[in-house]
Antibody, heavy 122, light 113 residues
Framework: QVTLKESGPGILQPSQTLSLTCTFS??????????VGWIRQPSGKGLEWLAN???????YYNPSLKNRLTISKDTSNNQAFLKITNVDTADTATYYC??????????????WGQGASVTVSS | DIVMTQSPFSLAVSEGEMVTINCKSS????????????LAWYQQKPGQSPKLLIY???TRQSGVPDRFIGSGSGTDFTLTISDVQAEDLADYYC?????????FGSGTKLEIK
C-alpha cells in the first residue's frame, strides 16, 4: 500500500523560505522509474504542478516559479523535499506530494498525500 | 507551455444522467513513438486529495467504476460519466503530461441536483 504524507511549517512570513517534507511508504525512490511530484492548490482554486524528482535524481521544475524551487530526496529515509524561497501571499496554498512512476499509470501522479496547508502572512 | 482549456466551469445533473466534460490542449498530446495520448483525468471530492481516474486519455485506473469513460486524441479530450451517482459530486481536472511543465485544466465542478 502506497502512502504519502506532507509536513510543513503551517504559517510563515513573506520573504522566508518554505520547507516541505514528503514522507512516504510502499515504494522506494531508489527503484527504477519511481519519482515524487509536488503540486499545490490555493483555497478554492485549481491545481498547479511544481516539480518532480526521479529515482536517478533527475529533476524537473515549473519555470513559472522562476528558480525559487529546489526539490531533493533522501532515499534511505523514504523522504522527498521541496523548498520555495522568498515566499509571498501568493504562495498560500495546500501543498501535495504524489507518487509518480514511469512504469505505472503512464507516469502520472497515481497516489497523493493528504496535503499540507501553508499560509504566508505578515 | 501547453495550455489546457477545460469546459464547462460547472454543471448540475440529476442522479442517473450522463455528463460530459471537455478538455482542449494548445498542442497535440499524441506521442508519435507509442501512439499514446498523454492526458489524464482526476477527481477531487470536497476536502480530499485528487484521485487519478483515467490516464493515456482512455485507460481507467484500477478500481475506477466503468461509468467513467475517457476519450479523444490529439488536442481534444472528453471525460464522460454515465449514470451519475451522488458520490460523483466533485471537481474534475484534466492534466497533460506530454511535456514539462505539466499543466492542469482549470477544473469542472459537478453538482448533483
Amino acid at each position: 500500500q502506497v502512502t504519502l504524507k506532507e509536513s510543513g511549517p503551517g504559517i510563515l512570513q513573506p520573504s522566508q523560505t518554505l520547507s516541505l517534507t514528503c514522507t512516504f511508504s510502499g515504494f522506494s525512490l531508489s527503484t527504477y522509474g519511481m519519482g515524487v511530484g509536488w503540486i499545490r492548490q490555493p483555497s478554492g482554486k485549481g491545481l498547479e504542478w511544481l516539480a518532480n524528482i526521479w529515482w536517478d535524481d533527475d529533476k524537473y521544475y515549473n519555470p513559472s516559479l522562476k528558480n525559487r524551487l529546489t526539490i531533493s530526496k533522501d532515499t534511505s529515509n523514504n523522504q522527498a523535499f521541496l523548498k520555495i524561497t522568498n515566499v509571498d501571499t501568493a504562495d498560500t496554498a495546500t501543498y501535495y506530494c504524489a507518487r509518480i512512476c514511469i512504469t505505472i499509470a503512464a507516469g502520472v501522479m497515481d497516489a497523493w498525500g493528504q496535503g499540507a496547508s501553508v499560509t504566508v502572512s505578515s | 507551455d501547453i495550455v489546457m482549456t477545460q469546459s464547462p466551469f460547472s454543471l448540475a445533473v440529476s442522479e442517473g444522467e450522463m455528463v460530459t466534460i471537455n478538455c482542449k490542449s494548445s498542442q497535440s498530446l499524441l506521442s508519435s513513438g507509442n501512439q499514446k495520448n498523454y492526458l489524464a483525468w482526476y477527481q477531487q471530492k470536497p476536502g480530499q486529495s485528487p484521485k487519478l481516474l483515467i490516464y493515456y486519455a482512455s485507460t481507467r485506473q484500477s478500481g475506477v467504476p466503468d461509468r467513467f469513460i475517457g476519450s479523444g486524441s490529439g488536442t481534444d479530450f472528453t471525460l464522460t460519466i454515465s449514470d451519475v451517482q451522488a458520490e460523483d459530486l466533485a471537481d474534475y481536472y484534466c492534466l497533460q503530461h506530454y511535456s514539462s511543465p505539466l499543466t492542469f485544466g482549470s477544473g469542472t465542478k459537478l453538482e448533483i441536483k
